[in-house]
Nanobody
Framework: QVHLVESGGGLVQAGDSLRLSCAAS????????MGWFRQAPGKEREFVAA????????YYADFEKGRFTISRDNAKNTVYLQMNSLKPEDTAVYYC?????????????????????WGQGTQVTVSS
């Protein structure tokens, strides 16, 4: 079992930046990839970004348009999501997820069903 704890959320203004962190503990050696998803009120949870632990291959949602960057620190078992130029529509609860699912191709890790472990989420609110 993998335990995930997100941090770094908060209330910011449009155009500001935030860095979210996700610390993993437990059976972390079995994780192949980590991801970030978000869920706004009344909407489905959507993919934001993902990264593989060993190679560091990254995947991003189209809506980010280069504003978000996912990275990882293997020594700390921590994944980060740097979010720049935040917009009010980025307001959501951001969730960290982990998976031991090995995937190849550009469409990998973009579905919630690709991930088996989830954190509790951290709220990001962007005011206009």
């Amino acid at each position: 079992q993998v335990h995930l704890v997100e941090s770094g959320g908060g209330l910011v203004q449009a155009g500001d930046s935030l860095r979210l962190s996700c610390a993993a503990s437990g059976r972390t050696f079995s994780n192949y990839a980590m991801g970030w998803f978000r869920q706004a009120p009344g909407k489905e949870r959507e993919f934001v970004a993902a990264i593989t632990w060993t190679v560091g291959k990254t995947y991003y949602a189209d809506f980010e348009k280069g504003r978000f960057t996912i990275s990882r620190d293997n020594a700390k078992n921590t994944v980060y999501l740097q979010m720049n130029s935040l917009k009010p529509e980025d307001t959501a609860v951001y969730y960290c997820a982990a998976t031991n699912f090995v995937c190849s191709g550009s469409g990998c890790y973009k579905r919630t069903t690709d991930f088996g472990s989830w954190g509790q989420g951290t709220q990001v609110t962007v005011s206009s």
